[in-house]
């Protein structure tokens, strides 16, 4: 398993924590996502067989959260 911190500065309110979370969770292989719109950080736990990284910051930048 891995974790990851992604800083994710466009987040700012309860919404964008819930958009970045269900669009991440949708994922196969993504075992837990939380979105802190305070810190701007977004903690990923993954199974790296299932899902690449590219992947899930691919899927945050459709949903309009870019990882930086
Ligand atoms: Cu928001």
Redesign the pocket.
Known sequence: MQHVALNVPK???????M?VESAGGALAGVSSINAD?QTKVVEVAYDEGAVTLEEIKQALATAGYPAE
């Open positions: 987040m700012s309110c309860g919404h964008c924590k958009t719109p």
